[in-house]
């Protein structure tokens, strides 16, 4: 039962790491350090004065630089293989019984899988609300940007302290990243699909004649 408890844990603070890679790291190193909670004991040096720090200046250049329309879609690009990795290793720190290699392939599983849902739905979201930017001027990406942060770091306290709540609300968030995703890909394939329609149109006989006649009335 142990097991099952600590990999709903682990998928949460995955969740979390799909919208910041380092403020669910830093939330779990402040737990371990002050007892808190316990870590796999090849992980232990993650709540090191070190590695906290580091954490925690990450987290803040995360926080501000997510902020702004154009670095927000930086970081999306280099969370692609960080915030999986982040979910990775804060899914197989929680599991404490379990030899290291074991807890990294069931990390690897639960939480580099549910991380990379994560911050592909919020990419494709994040890329709409882009999109918008006409509209917003980029507020919209700003309000989005601080929602993630409140869900991050909110559910990786929960993780710890209401670790079933906290797994509900994650549940919660991965279907809604799927279907995002889903419908993401879908308007992808329209649009894809309607320009390469157009590009056969302009490529067809019927549309060169229409041109040639075009330009010989404007001689004319």
């Not at 559910?155 to 509900?168: G, K, R, Y």
């Not at 799927?178 to 329209?190: C, E, S, T």
């Amino acid at each position: 039962m142990e097991i099952v408890y600590q990999l709903m844990m682990g998928l949460s603070l995955a969740a979390c790491a799909g919208f910041r890679a380092w403020l669910p790291l830093f939330v779990m190193g402040v737990m371990a350090r002050t007892n808190h909670i316990a870590l796999n004991p090849s992980m232990q040096f993650l709540a090191s004065d070190a590695m906290l720090i580091i954490f925690g200046l990450a987290s803040a250049l995360e926080f501000f630089g997510d902020k702004f329309i154009v670095v927000d879609h930086f970081l999306d690009a280099v969370g692609t293989v960080a915030r999986p990795v982040a979910g990775t290793i804060l899914a197989s720190s929680v599991l404490t019984h379990i030899d290291a290699q074991t807890a990294l392939l069931l990390g690897l599983i639960v939480g580099g899988g549910t991380a990379l849902t994560m911050h592909t739905g919020k990419a494709v979201v994040r890329a709409k609300s882009t999109l918008l930017a006409g509209f917003h001027g980029g507020t919209g990406n700003t309000v989005l940007s601080f929602g993630e942060d409140f869900l991050s770091g909110g559910i990786s306290i929960l993780a710890f302290v209401a670790p079933f709540l906290a797994f509900f609300f994650s549940i919660v968030m991965v279907v809604t990243a799927a279907a995002m995703i889903v419908l993401g890909y879908h308007a992808w394939q329209q649009l894809f699909g309607r320009a390469s329609k157009k590009l056969e149109a302009k490529s067809s006989p019927a549309f060169e004649r229409a041109e040639m006649a075009s330009l010989t009335m404007e001689k004319v």
